[in-house]
């Protein structure tokens, strides 16, 4: 009995959420690769050019061609640079972008439900009885469209993703040259600037959803037939503009303006170390988009839960409308890109000081005081 | 509630391996040719002059202090959000006593030229 249950509970918290972490993790490495590609074919074509064509149809291999060049090319560690934490601050970049995807709510408690309760039967060496599977089949870490659920998710998320930050100051720093240690100064400062109004707005969000768990946020959105971004459009609008900031995406690129810092904090760094701070943050705006989608956009719901005509639309699977929002986040970061001049540093941090801030302020007491009013 | 954390720590470790694994497959077929010039630091094609590790402008310590204070008190509201529609009245005043505090120092700061750039 006792072994059962351990197998059991091996099965709900280890086993299935090895297998799931595994394809996230080789999904998100391949969605980066081609999200590259993506970018640069849509910026060449909002200036009128073609991007890359030569590695594939319509350069469709070139993601995989970089990928190996990456891989190939030689990986200089300069002379003065402190090699030991020149090595390791990349992962330390990597390691907390990915690790945002552990909390993310991909799908509804149960979308695995059917699927575990079938498969499990193909494995005749575990033993389990009918009970056991279905019991397994019913828990929500072991069945649902995300890796795990905890009460503490947002906190999570806002506290690994502030490490990301030292990946790219000790990477600047370690690499003892002047463009990376400006680079990695200004990225440093311009984050942790806008992580300040970041925060503010989402307490905006959590005020009206009233919990931390970003898969019971998404359930409130069910329930309430609302998606907050119609309850806390400015909140979102804050939201948006400091998760480019948060990313370093232009117009708040400054930490990598090629026109004067060359290429920031990553100057020195080549080969495949360089791959992992670009891959850090691509997976960093996926991230952004995603926790945007389930904040304020619904997450796995499709749209306008309230209106019955458009039930038809059941059938889609709430993944796919996760995953579709989140390509049209992803699609307007980089339209943005492709649109907006970049700012001058000062304009950077006044903008997030005295506008972002006291308006994401002004939104938390609003918001407390309409709760209020309506209790 | 614990065990919810356990496929975390399971993440942490299929996350390290891929820059681990990535690295050490790199060593294995990539070139190595060292040369005194390509190990030098970069700085557009000159001779790097002098050391990186040099002072640098006062304003960052400033931001960097700024963010610890605000970042803090953005943390004590996580809770205070969570619990809001309990707390009510009693939580909406304490709130913003909570703020208005941190709003006169903001002001502070402000008319202090902290946040000016230049």
């Known amino acids: ?145 995300y890796v795990t659920d905890i009460n503490i998710a947002v906190l999570f998320v806002l506290s690994v993703s502030s490490v990301g930050i030292l990946g790219i100051i000790l990477g600047g720093w370690a690499s003892n040259s002047k463009y990376p240690l400006l680079g990695a100064l200004r990225s440093t400062a311009q984050m942790v600037s806008y992580e300040v109004a970041l925060g503010f707005a989402i307490i905006g969000v959590l005020l009206v959803a009233g919990s931390l768990s970003l898969v019971e946020i998404v359930q409130n959105q069910q329930q309430e037939q609302l998606w907050y971004i119609f309850v806390q459009p400015l909140a979102f609008v804050l939201f948006f503009i400091c998760g480019l900031a948060e990313t370093n995406r232009l117009p708040f690129d400054l930490p990598e303006a090629e026109t004067e810092l060359v290429g920031g904090f990553h100057t020195e760094y080549s080969g495949f170390r360089f791959s992992l701070f670009f891959l850090a943050e691509y997976a960093n705006m996926i991230a952004v988009s995603a926790i945007g989608v389930v904040l304020f956009w619904g997450g796995w719901l499709r749209p306008f839960p309230s209106f ?49 801030l006291p308006v994401a302020m002004a939104n938390v007491i609003v918001t407390a005081g309409v709760i209020l009013a309506f209790l | ?85 309990r707390l009510a009245l009693f939580g909406f005043i304490e709130m913003l006593v909570f703020l208005g505090i941190l709003i006169v120092g903001y002001f502070y700061v402000w008319k202090k030229g902290a946040l000016e750039w230049v």
């Open chain 1, 308 to 356: 019955e005509w458009l039930n038809f639309l059941n059938f889609i699977p709430g993944v796919v409308w996760f995953l579709g929002k989140v390509f049209l986040f992803l699609y307007v970061f980089i339209w943005v890109r492709g649109t907006l001049p970049r700012f001058r540093f000062d304009q950077l941090m006044q903008y997030g000081w005295k506008i972002f």
């Open chain 1, 1 to 145: 009995m006792n072994e059962n249950v351990f197998i059991e509970n091996l099965l709900i918290y280890a086993v299935i959420p090895l297998i799931k972490i595994v394809v996230i993790v080789l999904v998100l490495s391949g969605a980066i690769a081609y999200l590259t590609l993506l970018e640069r074919k849509l910026i060449a074509h909002i200036q009128v050019r073609l991007g890359p064509m030569r590695v594939g149809w319509h350069g469709l291999l070139q993601p995989i061609a970089d990928g190996l060049k990456f891989l190939l090319k030689e990986d200089i560690v300069p002379a003065k640079a402190d090699a030991l934490i020149f090595t390791i601050a990349p992962a330390i970049s990597l390691i907390p972008a990915f690790l945002v995807f552990a909390v993310v709510p991909f799908g509804p408690p149960d979308m695995l439900q059917d699927f575990l309760g079938w498969t499990l039967g193909w494995f005749p060496f575990l033993n389990l009885d009918e009970a056991t599977t279905e019991r397994i089949a019913q828990n929500a870490i072991a069945s649902g469209g």
């Open chain 2, 1 to 85: 509630m614990l065990a919810s954390y356990v496929p975390i720590v399971i993440f942490i470790l299929v996350a390290l391996s891929l820059p681990v694994v990535g690295l050490v497959v790199g060593r294995l077929i990539r070139p190595y040719k060292p040369h005194a010039t390509k190990l030098m630091a970069y700085e557009c094609g000159v001779d790097p002059e002098g050391d990186a590790r040099d002072r640098f402008s006062i304003r960052f310590y400033i931001i960097a202090i700024l963010f610890v204070v605000f970042e803090v008190e953005t943390i004590f509201l996580f809770p205070w959000a969570i619990i809001y529609r």
